[in-house]
């Protein structure tokens, strides 16, 4: 295996919240100023700090949302933007926090980026196969972005498992992506209910789906999976039985960050 | 100067003492894995050791819990940040496994079915600090939690302990495994928070 470069210490940046979006109504996306952020490739991750008044700390991890450099035409200079997606979980101390308290102007602490395993760079040649499932969309979602913003030519893929449509994040941007980036296929599987005139009744992920939806074998794809520890796990474990080589297949699990 | 969060605070979790910096308590046993889960049959499961000098010593899997094992109850804290606190398992010391290896190497590789590799000094695998478990909880080692053997090192943080292990390489110099190539500390002492490089 080749080694890394040795970057330097990951320090803490001081993250001021630009800008939020309700996603759903338990999810929300954070658009970060870091002046000084060394940039990212997507797939990779953060760690956010919170410090009480009291001294009292948590930190978490949280995939970023957003391709590096910021794209869509944005003001030049106003690069240092980190976009996180949060999902709530109700009985969680930091996700809470972010998706309901946090406001514009207010300050936390980041540092990263972190992971140089589950990402995607632009150099792989590749098809790409995203299996996302619920928030496990979001590092998957930066992939999209990153390769939509460069204009990549890959062929790419995602699988996108959710409850239901209400549980749907970037909810608008997915078919501008369809729209606006050729090769670039977009399936929903939902898995508790479907929207009205859907095609195919609720189901979770199966060898069908992954099997129609997904690239064959044959053209060895890069395949990245994320998602909660059963659904990578059949995910995964499908992907393997259809004959992908597990060594390129990367998996990502969300243990449930609260 | 820390920057302090505004109304965070309130729904802080219980204070619990055995946890290291930075880490939550869990209550669940979350995963965390590169790459598919392997399933391994038992009857091609083999543990190896493999001295600088390239002589082997090799257990089957009826050889291996043949070997006399311990029941121990341990913290294990994961670099996501969550820890479990006094989990269960049986395995063999690895005191048990290195006692007629004959080596003057200081840091080892661990070797797992998959590909998978990290990084351990020699010492911080002996005395009665680390085994290969078989069991957690009473029961055998699910294949996503590492079964059907896992190295447990749980000084130090839990990509360390390697899931599906069949191997351990005595190396004269340290190098980096699979994650600390991605970024991840040489050590990962979780008291010392040393969670990526530089920590």
Redesign the interface.
Known sequence: ????A?????TWR?ATLAEARPETPTARTLVFDVPDWPGHLPGQHV?V?????????????YSIASAWPPGGGGPPGGGGKVELTVQRLDD??VS??LTD??EVG????LRGP?????VWRETQQNPVLLVGGGSGVVPLMAMVRSRGQSRAKQPFRLIYSVRSQGDLLYREELPRHVRDDPGFDLFLNYTRQAPDGWPSPPKRIDVATINTHGWPPDFTPDVYVCGP?TFV?TA??I??ALGHD??R???E?F???? | M????????G???ESVPGLPP?Q?L?H?F?????????RIPLDRWSFTVTTESGEKTSWTWPEFTALPYEDFSTDIHCV???SKLGTTWRGVSLDTLLADVETAADYTMVHSF??Y?TNVPLEDLLDGKAWIAYKFDGEDLEP?HGGPARMLVPHLYFWKSAKWVNGLQMMQEDE?G??E???YHMYGDPWLEQ?????
Do not use: C, H, N
């Not at chain 1, 295996?1 to 890394?4: L, S, T």
């Not at chain 1, 207010?106 to 602490?109: K, T, V």
């Not at chain 1, 972190?114 to 589950?118: A, E, S, T």
């Open positions: 295996m080749a080694r890394a040795l970057p330097g210490r990951l001081a760690d700090r919170l410090t009480a008044p009291d001294g009292y700390r948590a930190q978490r991890s969680g101390e809470p926090y308290v946090l207010d300050q936390i602490e972190v992971g140089g395993w589950f520890t796990e995964a474990d992907l393997v597990p060594k297949i990367r998996t699990r243990g449930g960050t609260s | 820390a920057i302090i969060s505004r109304g965070f605070g729904r802080r979790r930075g939550y869990t669940d979350p995963v965390l894995s590169a790459g598919p889960t392997p996501t940040k969550w998959g590909g590799t996503e980096p699979f994650w190539a991605a970024g969670r990526y490089q530089g920590d």
